[in-house]
């Protein structure tokens, strides 16, 4: 677990102000895309996760006041099972899985699905259900 490192961000307001919303995205070994969002909502956070198919569910909810819990779990998630192998990269960022770069997820279909994500947030799947 101590070759895969998480950076969490806390996001901001445009006047500056601090939101209880933060995304992951992985700075070792290298730099990826965001691929988790946690969200209080309802006074509990709520957990989202970029998964294999592009798309991004809830995949957990936290009872507790800090996000230091459910961010735990995920850096645990991501390193079991060498999970983050297919997280997408961060612009310019260098490859160090190898040959993978060839079976790697496409960045264009990455920024699609986080909006998509973000235009549909709090709101009934527009497709059915297909959880």
């Known amino acids: 677990m101590g070759q895969v490192e998480i950076k969490w961000e806390q996001q901001r307001l445009r006047g500056g102000a601090l939101l209880e919303?933060?995304?992951?995205?992985?700075?070792?070994?290298?730099?990826?895309?965001?691929?988790?969002?946690?969200?209080?909502?309802?006074?509990?956070?709520?957990?989202?996760?970029?998964?294999?198919?592009?798309?991004?569910?809830?995949?957990?909810?936290?009872?507790?006041?800090r996000p230091n819990l459910p961010m735990r779990h995920v850096q645990r998630w991501i390193a079991s099972g060498d999970r983050w192998n297919k997280l997408v990269l961060a612009d310019g960022a260098v490859d160090p899985r190898g040959k993978f770069d060839r079976f790697a997820p496409d960045s264009t279909k990455h920024h699609f699905a986080v909006q998509i994500y973000e235009m549909n947030r709090g709101k009934p799947c527009p497709f059915g259900g297909l959880d």
Request: glycine letters at 8%; aromatic letters at 14%; proline letters at 2%.
């Open 21 to 65: 919303r933060w995304h992951a995205h992985m700075v070792k070994p290298f730099h990826s895309l965001e691929f988790a969002w946690l969200i209080r909502r309802g006074g509990v956070w709520h957990l989202d996760v970029m998964l294999r198919d592009g798309g991004i569910h809830e995949v957990a909810i936290y009872r507790c006041r």
